[in-house]
């Protein structure tokens, strides 16, 4: 499909921009509420609650419990067109808060340590202004609420409901507030933006014995250290060195005390890549490598390897018209970096795999006021003013769209 995007919107910008920085005070309220409640994947029950009562509120047409707790809602505007949709996840972590605001997290052992409150708040803001300023812009928007993006992935399940269909959508955005970059930067690149993500869980089984008679045993420590140091070879020899790739054994459990050969050790790990032709590739060397070892030490070995998301990879042109409305909000062209690359996964890659579209990074550290810890981190914080910017990145991306 080929876009057409509209090049001077007959609007006035600067009266959006007002209209969307008055929203701000709302934005922060809305995401303190949400951080303060922090629920972890498919249980964001409180959270949909808090967000159906405000599409409720607004008169905004929309439908809970898809996916168990995801919601998608739909804004017409006065004049048909294409249909965007703007994806926002709505998930915490398993993490325990350390900082001390007011709004810290009132759930013991949870906590939004990767920014997906403020991603709800950008999504209702964005919702509320396009739902009052319907005669600003043309086709529909559909807002998908997506639960579980932390694991084990909401986005699938809520493809598999339907939620691309009907109106069919024609293309999507979402952003991830991004402490990688400092606050008045936007991250936005075309093509492979983020990595695919693949898991394994690997048992060997040798045969344990005394400490002093390894010639009556086969060590499964000496064979799964014999593993992980083949496998650092698969990125090292195998794979193009243009093409990045990572592979990390994480964990590594073996023995019972210091005289005695192991029986069994267990290991498990991540593989990470972009390109989509290493899909198969990287766990078949992954396999090939621990049956050779196995079999030189006759051991036997049982291994999980499963693909958890694929990459996410924009489409040229939803990425260009990111771009280009992005270097309006920031208002520098320094501010509008493709260096954000990073092998980190998100489950956005199941849209960007169905229909065109662009994820994007938007810069919310600010070491000044110690908002700068990397995300997933106990103290994880942003600087709240990237909300009414995301919002306006959203809108004049809707206003621009058909
Ligand atoms: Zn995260
Ligand atoms: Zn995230």
């Not at 001077?8 to 701000?24: E, N, T």
């Not at 906590?111 to 209702?124: E, P, R, S, Y």
């Not at 390894?214 to 000496?222: C, E, L, N, R, S």
Request: hydrophobic share 40%.
């Amino acid at each position: 499909m080929v876009f057409t995007f509209s090049a001077s919107p007959s609007i006035d910008l600067r009266q959006i921009r007002l209209d969307i920085r008055s929203l701000q005070a709302d934005l922060v309220a809305w995401r303190r509420l949400i951080h303060q409640k922090p629920e972890l994947g498919f249980k964001e029950q409180i959270t949909a609650d808090f967000i159906a009562e405000k599409l409720t509120e607004w008169n905004i047409e929309h439908q809970t419990g898809i996916a168990k707790t995801g919601i998608v809602a739909i804004i017409h505007s006065d004049r048909p067109g294409k249909v965007l949709a703007i994806r926002a996840d709505m998930d915490a972590l398993p993490i325990q808060e350390e900082n001390e605001v007011p709004y810290r997290s009132l759930h013991d052992g949870k906590m939004h340590a990767c920014g997906h409150d403020g991603h709800v708040a950008i999504a209702l803001g964005t919702a509320y202004y396009l739902a009052q300023n319907r005669q600003n812009w043309s086709g529909t928007v559909k807002f998908i609420f997506q639960p579980a993006e932390e694991g084990p992935g909401g986005a699938k399940p809520m493809i598999e409901a339907g939620v691309l269909k009907n109106p069919d959508v024609d293309a999507i955005i979402g952003l991830h507030l991004w402490n990688n970059l400092p606050l008045g930067q936007v991250g936005v690149r075309s093509g492979a933006l983020m990595a695919a993500v693949e898991c394994f869980r690997c048992k060997i089984w040798g045969q344990g014995g005394h400490g002093a008679m390894p010639h009556q045993t086969k060590d499964a420590i000496v064979i799964g250290s014999q593993i992980v140091n083949a496998l650092q070879t698969i990125v090292a020899r195998n794979v193009n060195p243009l093409d990045a790739a990572v592979v990390t054994v994480g964990e590594f459990h073996a023995g019972t005390a210091l005289n005695v050969i192991a029986d069994t050790a267990q290991m498990s790990g991540t593989v990470r890549y972009f390109q989509p032709q290493l899909e198969s590739f990287i766990g078949q060397r992954i396999e090939n490598i621990i049956a050779g070892i196995c079999q030189s030490h006759d051991a036997k070995y049982e291994l999980d390897y499963w693909q958890l998301y694929p990459p996410v990879i924009n489409n040229p042109q939803i990425t260009e018209l990111v771009r280009s409305v992005a270097m309006n909000v920031v208002e520098t062209p320094l501010g509008v970096v493709p260096e954000c690359q990073t092998m980190g996964g998100e489950d956005m890659s199941f849209f960007l795999n169905e229909i065109p579209g662009c994820f994007f990074f938007l810069g919310a550290a600010n070491p000044e006021k110690g908002l700068a810890y990397p995300h997933h981190h106990p103290r994880f914080d942003f600087d709240e003013t990237a909300l009414s910017m995301g919002v306006e990145i959203f809108v004049r991306c809707v206003e621009q769209f058909n």
